[in-house]
Structure formats: structure tokens, C-alpha cells
């Protein structure tokens, strides 16, 4: 998620924490490289010159300049900007009709990620108690109607049926008058995109605002496309009055300068950001959080969020008594890393926790998870419990049975030592500051 330029803005803050007094010459040092970051991040012109302008008038001044720290004075600074940049305070709210069915009219150009994101949100919907009902309105696009109903059913979704013979917008209300009929209280509309904005989009968009009066119109943007998605989502705004946005594709290595300009240059809220091709990675866009991995702060809320979703309580608290016990053995190692699987992508999570934002996922190995569980479900039940009975040739057979080498066995067992070594003397109250969990693939 916007690795290039987190990857720069660390490295110019930890050049400019280093200078022990920071003089207006090595501020506008520090303005020019953050300006550069920016722009090489595709963030727009326009984003790039209203931030560093505030910065610069904020900065300047002789508390900041000549504070006991000035460079961590300027860090604040241009954290808070971005803050303010992305939607300062909480997450903009969805909003949802008085009398039930809310509507929620997706739109967007063609390969933005429509179709799954309407999958994604409705889940979400779900799981915070709403009855999502997906309608598929996208008639031209070949075997679209199917993706919508494939997928959502797979997510556990209720989805309209029909044969696409009928127009987008007898479709539309047949299908929020079915929801209405079936009890179901938020209607998502996939609507039909193109490869450009036309009059004939718009008109037919126009026409389904008109008919059913959408409590949410909500622009999915693919966050690779850079600059287009910000022109493209001033547009649909100007048509529709889009009431949010949300971006696609947060996971992807391009620059993602978007994310940092459409509320700006448009003025309309990002209300969502999918994270990974999974219905479950889609989560709400919350500014702090996301300006936090930007600037290698971490992101320690979402990642709470995220393991309070995996883990289970009860079998947690079996674990601590384990622990606490020292009888945490490879197979709880084993169904410790299912559940961080679970949580997305190695690389995802590790960007989240605090200082880690820089690591790359060239640094990172996404399949080192399962290369120890291969491992570990080649042991007999004895060997997991009891490690030290690995032998050489016990070795041998569960490095076949894994389609490891035994020096990778050896690598994870080093590893499980050191861990063990680690939760006992942190039982034991003599935690070491700094003190580092080995982490597979690191």
C-alpha cells in the first residue's frame, strides 16, 4: 500500500531527525524531497502545492525551528497534513435510509473492480448486521450477471436472479422491490461501466438515481490507475453527486498517488479501500490509520481488528496457559500461523505494526508460512511435542514428506527455540527491550 512513497517520506524524515538543529535551508531541503516523493507517487500538482504550502507556513515558524526537536516538529506537521488531506477525524460514515431498503448505486469505469467490490461490501454489510441484497444491472459486459451471482454466492450472499433480457433499469427495480418483498434491508446495485465516461453512461446512470432515489452512490476506483481515477471520479461527480469512494487494488505495488488526491480534487469522501483479492479484504478507509502506514507509524487498531476477527477466544486462552506453563509445542506454533494466515498477506500485516512500514516485500517471503506447515504436518504427533527425538534420519523422512531440505528443518527448529526461549523469560518478567520475534520468511 503506497510502498514507494512510504519507502522515500521515512527515508527523508530519518535523514532530517538526524540534523540536531533544522535551519530554514535544510527545511526547504526537506520540502523539495517530499515535494519530489509526491509527485513521483502520482499524487496531483495541485495536492502537492496545498500541502507543502501548509507545511512550509506551519513549519517556519520559531517554536517549531527552534524546539528541542524540530525534526520530529516537522514530522507532526506533515502527518497531521496528510490527516487533514485523506479527511481529518473519524472515517466518513456510511449512511443508511430512515425507511428500509437503503439503496447503494455502484458505479465506476469498466475493470475498476465493480463486481467484486459490490461482493465486498455486501459482506461487510453483513457482518455488521444488515441483510444485503445484490442486484447485477450490468447487462453488457459478457457474463457479468454470472460473476455477480458466482461470487456472491460464495460469499453467503443473496443475489437477484435473472436472465439479462430486460433493461438495467426494470432490472433495478425489480430487484430492490424483491428485497423489499423478501425482507432484506440494503440493496446493492452493480450498474454497468465502460472504458471511458460517455453520455450514454451517464444517462443511463442518471436514469437509476432518478428511479430509486440511491441513499449511497458510491465511485469504485481503481487505486493503480493513478491520476485517470481522480479525473474519472470528478466526472461521475458532477453527473451524480457521488456521496463517496471507494478504491480497489490498495494491495498493488503501483503508486497510489490517488488515494492521496480524490477527496481533495473532488471533494468527495474515500468511504472504503479494498486491501487483497479476498471478499474479507475490504475494510473501512480511516485517514489516522492510513497515514500512519504511510509514514512507518503502524497501524496497531486495524491489525487488532484483524487477529479479534481470526483468533478465537477460547482456544487463545488455552494457548496463554500453555505459554505460561512452557508447553507451547509446533503443533500450537502450527495453528498460531493458520490463524495469521488467515489474516491476509505476510507483507500486509507486518506493514501495520509500528517502524515496519519500510520492510519490502522482496525482504518478506509470503510463502514461508507454508513451507512450515508442511513441515510441521510431516512430524508425528510425538515429534511436534516432543522436538528434541529429531534425528537425522527423522529428519530425512518428514524433509520428504514436506518437500523441504533438511536445512530449512533445521532453520525451523532453531527458530522454535528461540521463540520458546524468548516466551519464558518474558513469563519469567525479564523481557529484553528490543527483544525480536523470529519471523518465518525473515
Known amino acids: ?14 535523514t532530517l531527525r538526524g540534523h540536531g538543529r533544522v535551519t530554514e535551508s535544510i527545511l526547504g531541503d526537506t520540502l523539495r524531497e517530499i515535494r519530489l516523493a509526491l ?3 502520482d499524487v496531483h500538482v495541485s495536492v ?13 515558524g520559531e517554536d517549531v525551528l527552534k524546539s528541542l526537536s524540530p525534526g520530529q516538529q516537522v514530522v507532526k506537521i506533515v502527518r497531521d497534513e496528510l490527516e487533514e488531506l485523506l479527511g481529518a477525524g473519524k472515517p466518513a460514515q456510511v449512511r443508511f435510509a430512515s425507511k ?3 439503496i447503494f448505486l455502484m458505479v465506476g469505469l469498466q475493470g475498476s473492480g465493480k463486481t467484486t467490490t459490490t461482493v465486498k461490501l455486501g459482506l461487510w454489510l453483513k457482518k455488521g448486521g444488515r441483510y444485503p441484497y445484490l442486484v447485477p444491472a450490468d447487462v453488457y459486459r459478457p457474463a457479468a450477471v454470472e460473476q455477480l451471482q458466482k461470487v456472491g454466492h460464495s460469499a453467503g450472499l443473496k443475489v437477484y436472479a435473472h436472465d439479462a433480457s430486460q433493461s438495467p433499469l426494470e432490472i433495478a427495480r425489480a430487484g430492490a422491490l424483491e428485497a423489499q418483498r423478501t425482507g432484506f434491508d440494503t440493496v446493492l446495485i452493480d450498474t454497468a461501466g465502460r472504458l471511458h465516461v460517455d453520455e ?33 471520479a470528478g466526472e461521475f461527480h458532477e453527473a451524480l ?3 463517496g469512494a471507494i478504491l480497489t487494488k490498495m494491495d498493488g505495488d503501483a503508486r497510489g498517488g490517488a488515494a492521496l488526491s480524490i477527496r481533495h480534487v473532488t471533494g468527495v469522501p474515500i468511504k472504503f479501500i479494498g486491501t487483497g483479492e479476498r471478499s474479507s479484504e475490504f475494510e473501512l478507509f480511516q485517514p489516522d490509520r492510513m497515514v500512519g502506514r504511510i509514514l512507518g507509524m503502524g497501524d496497531v487498531l486495524t491489525l487488532i481488528e484483524k ?14 496457559k500453555k505459554i505460561r506453563k512452557n508447553q507451547f ?9 493458520k490463524m495469521l494466515k488467515k489474516m491476509g498477506p505476510l507483507s500486509s500485516i507486518v506493514s501495520m505494526l509500528p517502524g515496519m512500514g519500510a520492510v519490502r516485500d522482496a525482504d518478506l517471503d509470503p510463502k514461508a508460512i507454508t513451507r512450515v506447515m508442511a513441515i510441521v504436518d510431516s512430524m508425528t504427533a510425538k515429534e511436534r511435542s516432543h522436538p528434541k527425538i529429531l534425528n537425522g534420519s527423522r529428519k530425512k523422512r518428514i524433509a520428504r514428506g514436506s518437500g523441504q531440505s533438511v536445512q530449512e528443518i533445521n532453520r525451523l527448529l532453531k527458530q522454535f527455540a528461540q521463540i520458546r526461549r524468548m516466551m519464558k523469560t518474558m513469563q519469567a518478567g525479564k523481557g529484553r527491550k528490543g527483544a525480536r520475534l523470529p519471523f518465518p520468511g525473515r
Do not use: C, H, W, Y
Open 1 to 14: 500500500m503506497l510502498d514507494d512513497l512510504s519507502t522515500r517520506l521515512q527515508g527523508i524524515f530519518k
Open 39 to 41: 509527485l513521483e507517487a
Open 48 to 60: 502537492v502545492r496545498s500541502v507543502l504550502q501548509v507545511v512550509r507556513e506551519k513549519a517556519v
Open 100 to 102: 428500509p431498503p437503503t
Open 200 to 232: 450514454t453512461l451517464m444517462d443511463e446512470l442518471k436514469a437509476l438515481k432518478e428511479a430509486l432515489a440511491p441513499t449511497e452512490i458510491l465511485f469504485v476506483a481503481d487505486a493503480m490507475t493513478g491520476q485517470d481515477a481522480v479525473r474519472s
Open 241 to 243: 453527486e457521488l456521496t
Open 307 to 320: 487477529a479479534e476477527e481470526n483468533f478465537d477466544e477460547v482456544e487463545a486462552k488455552a494457548l496463554e
Open 329 to 337: 509445542t509446533l503443533e500450537e506454533f502450527r495453528d498460531q500461523l
